[in-house]
């Protein structure tokens, strides 16, 4: 072991870490890997000592991390549903009780020879005291007395030394009166002989001369089911074995009776199921009862009917009783106080007995037993709590209570213990009560259970099992002393999540809190609302319970009381939430209760998550209620709810978003007045198209299908207009169909990677079996220029889960595809739509119709799909509505192309290195599996091919699920019908009224899980932390070892220490600064490459469409968990997880960071360098596909602030924890912005623009002067501009033609010009070694120190015979070590570092 100092926000601490392999593996990102390695390292590097390592640096705790909320790193959906037993489906009563006493008072049975003296109480009453008729009678009246105490309202038959007739007359007409429910027969066989094995007790005859036997089978049938048997009588166990028998045996009659109707048993009356019979039986089949004169005859009925009584008495028969002085059976009769008042003695214990047995119950038997016997029927109840006594009491006098259904000994738990203690207690001050008068002081038995209760919530660990008080917290919430300490630990153990939730309504706990919502004690205000919002997150049925016993206006007044706390007030508002979630009368109820004014009223509130839920609970009380809505419309309800469209938490915009979805989405008649509400409401939801949150995107298209729901009629006739247009943009180009041998399956497909929808969590890497990294390896080595078409990662189709939700009905042949949806949105941006309509026609339907077009386009898979249901829903409407005939022959009636004539499961591969090329099937841009070809092996006709009319962009078409095109015509006849299995759904799958992100539920999650519990990241010993404390370790390592290199100064930089084959052409480079791990993009892809050990990582699919590039690539939280963003040159964002280790990369965000790029050349016409930028353009668009700066980003992790510019005329800032643009600085010019450079310390952003001029701008003053300064001594597109980080730092700026000039931050002139090679294609600087490295389109490097002395010349690749380096395409320095990583034209990636003496 080895012991190191870490200093966290706590001060030093001490971490240990084993060199033993078991704890390595700690970390969850790429890290995992170089974790061995690196820990290694730093145990046994003589480089390092205790003082360096105590010098950890602190910063990097101090650092906000971004992307890493919930929303990024879960499924935004709601738990699923644990199985909810507690509630009893079926309540019994016990409605009538049978007493047959068969004691024949003075003659005993012959089968029984009794002691002498002998136990002869029955019914606390000697029989041999009075007359023997007066002793039946009375003690067949203390009987029923006995069982009123348990269960009042049953009706009560005696039958006392009956006959056979008597039983069967008075068992027949209690099941007639009681139909369904329970019946009890108390069975007392002291004066007849013992049961037989045959299965039969004993009655008499009419005149008292003879025993006639009863047979239970007889029995069975006159009793019917359910009922429940009581036998006290010696030999009981043999009923129990008997009645088990018959039992089955009328099982197997019914069996054969359903068979076959001809059976002669089928012809007889059915007899009843024994199912639902319970026994209790005295003893076991081979037992006689105790004769202990010092206990009574009837022992076992004793203990289920008087069970206190019998519990003293046996409590001072035993030998511990001496203890306690002065109790004798006497003074037990005096206890003062009734059984039903829990203030007195007798009250006290009966109140600590029934916990005790409920807690020993809930403990051992199995949980749907104890729901069946000790919740279902309170008699029932009662009587099994006191079989656990007469079990604990009949056992110490060797006999065995038997039941049916048996339960586990309970005899020896440990809970009798705390019983004899109470007894203890109690009795001890019985002589001075009754004799001097004094005070009864009660029990300490609750507070110590609650003791124990809370010792376990403090000290326990996970996965335990659970507390065995919860049964006695229960019981304790019926008392005013200790309720509230009760509740708060209820509260604390609900906390603990949905099982511990479970557990409690399991145990029983649901009538108790839904009574205390009566009291208006207001110090239980907010434990109630604390378990009710722990209670309904788990099980939302309670709504209706809640509704029917007023509880809701305890949460209303909750909600409307200032002086609560907003964490109490976001609870209440959550219970009433899920009270009107699609429930009308839940929904009626709060309307009543003012629910929206009380609302509405906290819609400004501070509280993030009372504000959220403020917004989903309106959101959902006028959900398909009129009356909400309007009472809303009064209140302007929608007008107040604008105000959190632009909340900085995503979650509360996604709520408002939600709201107004539900708002708009109504199902009731409209009146002009609520269609310009509807528009008003669209039209402030279309704003936020372009916001920074996927859910919040999310939750808007499934808000504006609300409104197209409502208004389909005039959403199909503005989508037939755009179809309209549409096709007239349509322009053929040359007829380049695929041949049938471009068709390659996927398993023979190459090894690239694939784009996956986000949440389907399929395998995203790509495959990398040494027969597929060759194939792809021939495909990619193949001339840029005319060479054979390349496989692209771009253009292989995708196929998702939503095939069937978006497949085409059987009957249909029109659905729109990306490619058209897309020429649509494109089209729709470049003419006058609303004049193609007419004046008369409501534009906001246009809009809204743009918006989803937009949103179709999303970079993030999830939003893009569900606005293509949208969209197709409507498109299908709309044709069908149009033509309402079935056109046949396709071939002359349409231009449209068919489904792909291969066979299902085939993709289609297109070229990758050709102009953009749209597909001649639909199928390669489908969701649906492609359909088979057409009879007799035709091709079917095929439209040729269109080049879209934008400046030679192809549509999007490889991120979102695709379906057949609108145009297109299926495969006419028969062969439609073969396709019916394909979408049973019919058009009703795609979309429908209730479309959801299921956002709403999600939320709900936080009150399930434990919110009182410390997060892992801040539990100083939770393995996340001590990975962080690694981490962070390894970073101070990593920034003091390269200081050390770099203070020394770096004479030559040109060991190389890797190289590889990229498996695209090298467009953008990025070191991790911690890990020895590097990103490398293509046009379309991401590869991951270990430097180290010279191996690949990963390579994936970035998701972007294919007349796109990736132009920047940047680590976000690169010193702890980190991300990766990528930017394309269409504006679109996309950060990664998971990637460069053994897991699949997940997409955690994406969205639009800039609209309206403008692609612009390199180059500037009237400058001398003409010729020279333009060969340095064409060098540049061969490598990275085409011109234009495209997207230029710049990160700053101490804010969370992301600069974002490129082809337009603005430098956009997203904040990254709101997720949303918070500035838009103008650039002042008319040419692109080619690079950007920003200072965190003093607000500044350095921009190179593409007319050679550098831009100095402060984001502190407003849009009009925050431009501080503009440098223009460059003639030419300046290739990097680097404002170094120090308070003095200057600003670095080099351009295509190879000048790097120096510029004071504060003088408008240049301090220093050093001149660089000319052709200019990549340049970079080291932000620590005052380095930097100019890559040329004439195949060299060269690397420059401050002075501008060229320290050195790389032009030829080490090995490989000396072969010359590519063009370079990019090139980038490590932010820490002297490495230097270049990607050239060649597809080569390599690495030089300086010499290894200094590293």
Not at 524 to 534: E, G
């Amino acid at each position: 072991m080895a012991r190191l100092f870490t200093v966290g926000p706590g001060g030093p601490k001490h971490v240990w870490f084993s060199s033993s392999p078991s704890n390595q593996g700690l970390s969850q990102t790429w890290d995992t890997r170089a974790l061995m390695k690196m820990d290694s390292e730093l145990l046994n590097s003589p480089a390092l000592c205790l003082a360096e390592e105590e010098e950890a640096d602190t910063s990097d705790w101090n650092l906000p991390l971004a992307f890493m909320k919930k929303r990024h790193s879960e499924k935004i959906e709601g738990s699923k549903a644990l199985a909810q037993s507690w509630r009893m489906k079926d309540r019994m009563k016990t409605v009538s009780v049978a007493l047959v006493l068969c004691l024949n008072v003075g003659v005993d049975p012959p089968d029984v020879v009794k002691t002498s003296p002998c136990a002869r109480l029955e019914c606390w009453i000697d029989p041999l005291s009075m007359s023997p008729q007066k002793a039946l009678e009375t003690i067949g009246a203390n009987l029923q007395k006995q069982y009123e105490n348990w269960q009042p309202r049953a009706r009560y038959k005696q039958s006392l030394d009956p006959t056979v007739d008597e039983v069967k007359k008075l068992c027949t007409s209690l099941r007639r009166n009681a139909k369904e429910e329970r019946v009890l027969f108390h069975y007392n066989g002291h004066g007849v002989p013992r049961p037989t094995v045959n299965g039969e007790i004993w009655v008499f005859n009419k005149n008292y001369t003879q025993y006639i036997p009863l047979s239970v089978y007889d029995l069975q049938t006159w009793m019917g089911s359910p009922s429940i048997f009581v036998y006290d009588c010696s030999n009981a166990g043999i009923i129990v074995k008997s009645f088990k028998q018959f039992a089955l045996q009328r099982e197997q009659e019914l069996e054969v009776a359903a068979i076959n109707p001809n059976h002669p048993l089928a012809q007889m009356p059915l007899p009843p199921s024994m199912k639902n019979c319970i026994q209790l039986a005295a003893c076991e089949a081979s037992e006689l009862l105790p004769m202990n004169p010092d206990l009574p005859a009837d022992l076992f009925t004793s203990c289920l009917t008087t069970p206190i009584k019998i519990a003293l008495r046996w409590f001072c028969m035993q030998k511990s009783a001496k203890l306690v002085p002065g109790v004798t059976l006497d003074l037990i009769e005096k206890i003062p106080g009734r059984l039903n008042d829990r203030r007195t003695p007798l009250g006290e214990l009966n109140w600590i007995f029934t916990a005790i047995t409920d807690t020993i119950a809930w403990n051992v038997l199995p949980r749907d037993l104890f729901q069946k016997l000790f919740r279902q029927d309170l008699l029932v109840a009662s009587l099994f709590r006191n079989f656990l006594l007469a079990e604990r009491i009949m056992r110490s006098y060797n006999c065995t209570p038997v039941s049916s259904p048996r339960l586990p000994p309970t005899y020896m738990h440990a809970m009798w213990q705390a019983w004899d203690l109470a007894v203890d207690i109690c009795l001890s001050q019985l002589p001075t009560i009754i004799e001097e008068g004094t005070a009864f002081r009660h029990s300490p038995f609750f507070a110590e259970q609650l003791t124990a209760f809370q010792v376990w919530l403090t000290m326990g660990v996970e996965n335990r099992n659970p507390p065995e008080q919860l049964p006695i917290v229960l019981q304790v919430l019926l008392s005013q002393v200790h309720r509230l300490r009760a509740l708060d630990l209820l509260g604390r153990f609900l906390d603990l999540g949905p099982w511990a939730v479970s557990l409690a309504l399991s145990v029983g706990i649901f009538p108790y809190v839904l009574k205390l919502l009566q009291s208006s004690a207001r110090e239980l205000r907010p434990l109630l609302v604390f378990i009710w919002a722990k209670i309904l997150a788990v099980d939302s049925s309670c709504q209706a319970d809640l509704v029917k016993d007023n509880g809701h206006k305890y949460f209303l007044s909750v909600l409307a009381d200032p002086y609560m706390p907003a964490e109490h007030r976001t609870m209440a508002v959550f219970i009433l939430a899920v009270i009107v979630n699609s429930y009308t009368t839940g929904q009626e109820a709060c309307l009543q209760g003012n629910l929206i004014a009380i609302c509405l009223e906290q819609l400004s509130d501070p509280h993030p998550l009372l504000r959220q839920w403020v917004a989903i609970c309106l959101g959902r009380i006028w959900q398909n209620f009129d009356s909400a809505r309007w009472c809303g419309v009064r209140d302007s309800a929608h007008e107040k709810l604008y105000s959190l469209l632009s909340d900085p938490i995503p979650e509360v915009r996604c709520a408002a978003v939600f709201a107004l979805g539900t708002f708009v989405g109504n199902s009731a008649e409209r009146t002009d007045h609520s269609t310009t509400i509807d528009h008003n409401v669209a039209m402030m939801l279309a704003q936020l198209i372009n916001d920074g949150s996927p859910v919040v995107r999310k939750e808007l298209v499934v808000a504006l299908s609300h409104l197209v729901v409502q208004y389909e009629s005039n959403f199909c006739t503005v989508a037939l207009q755009f179809m309209e247009e549409e096709k007239n943009y349509a322009v053929p180009s040359p007829a380049n169909t695929l041949e049938p041998c471009n068709l390659t399956p996927v398993r023979d497909s190459p090894a690239i990677p694939r784009l996956r929808s986000v949440n389907s969590y399929t395998n995203i890497r790509a495959a990398t079996t040494a027969r597929n990294l060759n194939k792809s390896l021939q495909n990619l080595n193949l001339n840029e220029e005319g060479g054979p078409v390349t496989f692209s990662p771009g253009n292989l189709s995708t196929s998702s889960s939503a095939s069937s939700t978006l497949g085409s009905p059987d009957n249909d042949e029109y659905i729109l595809s990306f490619e058209t949806i897309d020429k649509m949105r494109r089209v729709s941006s470049y003419s006058s739509l609303n004049s193609l309509i007419g004046v008369s026609f409501n534009s906001v339907y246009t809009q809204i119709w743009r918006v989803l077009l937009h949103l179709a386009a999303d970079p993030f898979p999830e939003v893009s799909d569900l606005s293509m249901k949208v969209l197709n829903s409507i498109a299908y409407k709309a044709t069908m509505n149009a033509r309402p005939q079935r056109i046949l022959d396709s071939g002359s009636l349409t231009q449209s192309a068919p489904a792909s004539p291969t066979s299902k499961g085939a993709h289609i591969h297109q070229a990758g290195g050709s102009p953009p090329m749209p597909s001649a099937s639909s199928s390669s841009l489908t969701n649906e599996v492609p359909k088979p070809p057409t009879r007799g092996g035709e091709q079917p006709p095929m439209r040729p091919p269109y080049t879209p009319t934008l400046g030679g962009q192809a549509p999007h078409s490889h991120q979102f699920p695709r379906t057949r095109k609108m145009f297109d015509k299926g495969p006419s006849g028969s062969e439609q019908a073969g396709d019916d299995a394909d979408d049973p759904g019919g058009h009703k799958a795609y979309m429908n009224a209730n479309l959801s992100t299921g956002l709403c539920d999600w939320s709900a999650k936080y009150f399930a899980q434990p919110v009182m519990k410390i997060p892992e990241e801040h539990d100083v010993e939770s393995q996340v932390r001590k990975e962080r404390e690694w981490r962070f370790l390894r970073n101070a390592r990593v920034r003091k070892q390269s200081q050390r290199i770099t203070q020394r100064g770096v004479t030559r930089l040109d060991d190389q220490i890797f190289i590889n084959r990229n498996p695209g052409v090298p467009s953008v480079v990025k070191f991790h600064p911690f890990n020895p791990c590097i990103a490398v993009a293509d046009k379309d892809s991401i590869c991951f490459w270990d430097w180290e050990k010279a191996e690949r990582l990963d390579y994936f699919y970035n998701g972007n469409p294919r007349y796109t590039r990736i132009t920047a690539m940047e680590y976000l939280n690169g010193h702890d968990y980190s991300l990766l963003l990528t930017a394309t040159d269409d504006g679109a964002l996309r950060i990664w997880k998971n990637f460069a280790d053994q897991r699949n990369p997940e997409m955690v965000t994406a969205w639009q960071g800039l609209s309206d790029m403008l692609p612009t050349t390199r180059g500037q016409p009237s400058s001398s360098a003409h010729s020279l930028a333009r060969r340095v353009s064409i060098c540049l668009d061969r490598s990275k596909g085409q011109g234009g700066a495209g997207m230029v980003v710049d990160w700053e992790q101490e804010t969370g602030l992301l600069m974002t510019s490129g082809d337009v005329r603005v430098i956009r800032i997203w904040d990254t924890e709101r997720e949303m643009k918070v500035q838009d600085i103008p650039t002042g010019a008319d040419s692109c912005v080619t690079c950007l450079s920003c200072d965190s310390q003093r607000s500044l952003i350095a921009a190179g623009l593409g007319d050679g001029s550098v831009r100095l701008y402060d984001r502190r003053m407003g849009a009009n002067e925050c431009r501080v300064m503009t440098y223009r001594e460059h003639s030419s597109w300046v290739v990097k501009a680097h404002l170094q980080k120090q308070t003095d730092g200057k600003i670095i700026s080099v351009s295509v033609d190879g000048d790097v000039r120096f510029f004071e931050l504060r003088s408008p002139d240049s301090v220093n010009v050093l001149q660089t090679v000319k052709g200019l294609t990549a340049l970079d600087i080291h932000p620590q070694a005052n380095l930097f490295a100019c890559g040329s389109m004439n195949q060299f490097i060269a690397v420059y120190n401050s002075n501008g002395d060229v320290i050195s010349n790389i032009k030829y690749y080490d090995g490989f015979m000396g072969q010359r380096i590519g063009a370079i395409s990019c090139l980038a320095f490590h932010p820490y070590w002297p490495h230097l990583a270049v990607g050239s034209n060649d597809y080569y990636m390599s690495i030089y570092s300086a010499e290894k003496r200094l590293r």
